[in-house]
């Protein structure tokens, strides 16, 4: 199948154009694939996708068609952390997503192989391929190796971001602080545990629109090369058969990746960027759906930061493939969603097994019965509140606690750090929500600076921002209504007595409605924090709360 955009006597401008650039005619006689890069040096999640791109359109070149490489941005959660910069990753979403409909659009493609790795660029990519619904097939540049630290196993979160509150609470010397420093990042590619970039990348294989292995191969490994090689023929054969995104994404394939992230203890992350994926690919993905899946699919595996396996560990274990077969042998699953492989997802996973059966565990000894994410509600969270379960200690599972609020995640981490927060204390962080933030900022820090000082079986954080999916312990985010937006956090004073009830999937504050709703009459909404004229002030205008997946109004 031609590209007619570039046939014809009329198209000999735009052919010339082509042709400055070293293009064949018979090029543009072939079908026009975009090849979406997010490569930089600035993310060791991206600073290799360069050799993944290369690979990518060696693929598309042997099967057919025309290569043809443009950037996406890209922002690193880590670094942005815990600083204003924090304030961009999750409103780069859509502007990762915008930017790709430019181009593709722009120049007509036939198809696309979008190559990402990391937080917010793994689901900007799959909501452009949604809305745009011409073939696709998403690529990941894979996890990184973990680090050793005294012959234990690290990575970013159970490495220097919880060496930070040991450090602080004088567990380890400065000494050990500077080794794990320099050891837990080790090899290029997205943070080594079941953090959001790689439970998207996981994510992708249940959707359709990534091939099998996208979520677990390492980055160093030849196979990851070989696996962009593949996507380069796969995106040739579902042009040929016109299979595009939304014949993949359908509500059984959001299903089934809600299944699977229930299964794999994945980050909380999840909730808000298939609720903005299902918004593009026009299914009608409801929040209920979470829970609803989460309380018959149990918690199989339980890698970084809820347990001490890494992506790696998955992967040799059997990978997401081994997963998927577990769930469909189960009944869990939808088999006959068709992929990015032109067969169905029972078809791709159905030799997969499971090699090492401590790592991806039998149902029957699951690490418990319901799945590694619960939708909370309540009088203090009436729309909604998101805790990763399965990162959360028994003993904490139900806590009730008196409430230390703060206006900020700044002045909580201080607070953490400067030990203030006690045994018992529920940390209430507000206005960091998408309006409010604005951008909704992850609270790695301050969740991390607990469980450095060995608070994380006594101590809760409840926000209307999010965490990283490297967080665990009790700790609840997307309480929705925001507070910017006059929810019931707003109105949270010092002292007022929090419960929280996993189990019974309840957050509330011990006040009267009759209470909330006079503090309420007296609350003032605080001006944005962002300045006029800028793209965040124009994002905290546009996006709706965390419960709808923050996307954006129209």
Known sequence: MKNMTYQGTDRAPHRSLFYAMGYLPEDLEKPLIGIVN?????????????????????????AGGTPMEFPSIGICDGIAMNHEGMKYP?????????????????????????????????????????????PAVYVSGGPMLTGNNKGKTIDLIRGVFEAVGAY???????QEMDDIEMNSCPTCGSCAGMFTANTMNCLAEALGIGLPGNGTIPAPYGQRLQLARKAGHKIMELHKENIRPRDMMTLGAFKNAIALDMAIGGSSNTVLHLMAIAHEAKVDLNLGEFDKISKRVPNVAKLSPAGFHSITDLHNAGGISAVLNQLIKAGLVYPDEITATGKTLGENVKN?????????????????KEGGIAIL???????????????????MMVHKGPAKVFESEEDAYKAIMDKTIKAGDVVVIRYEGPRGGPGMREMLSPT????????????????????????????IGHVSPEASEGGPIAIIQEGDIIEIDI????????????????????????????????????????????????????
């Open 377 to 395: 509600s309540g009088n203090l969270a009436p729309d909604c509140g998101v805790v990763k379960q399965s990162g959360v200690e028994p003993e």
């Open 503 to 554: 189990p019974n999937r309840v957050l509330r504050v011990d006040l009267s409605q009759e209470e909330i709703e006079n503090r309420l009459k007296n609350w003032k909404k605080p001006p944005s924090k962002a300045e006029k004229g800028t793209y965040l002030y124009r994002y905290s205008k546009l996006v709706t709360s965390a419960n709808t997946g923050a996307v954006f109004k129209f």
């Open 90 to 134: 999750l409103s780069s979403r859509e502007l990762i997503a915008d930017s790709i409909e430019a181009v593709t659009r722009g120049h007509q493609f036939d198809g696309l192989v979008l190559v990402g790795n990391c937080d917010k660029i793994v689901p900007g990519m799959m909501m452009a391929a949604a809305r745009l619904n011409i």
């Open 168 to 174: 602080a609470e004088g567990k380890i010397d400065k």
């Open 38 to 62: 997010s490569h930089n040096e600035i993310i060791p999640g991206h600073f290799h996708l360069d050799k993944v791109v290369q690979a990518v359109k060696l693929g598309v070149s042997a």
């Open 448 to 475: 991390a600076a607990i469980v450095g000082r060995g608070l994380e079986k006594s101590v809760a954080l409840i926000t209307d921002g999010r965490f990283s999916g490297g967080t665990r312990g009790p700790c």
């Open 352 to 368: 997969a097994q499971v090699w090492d059966a401590s790592v991806i565990r039998p149902m029957e000894e699951a690490y418990s």
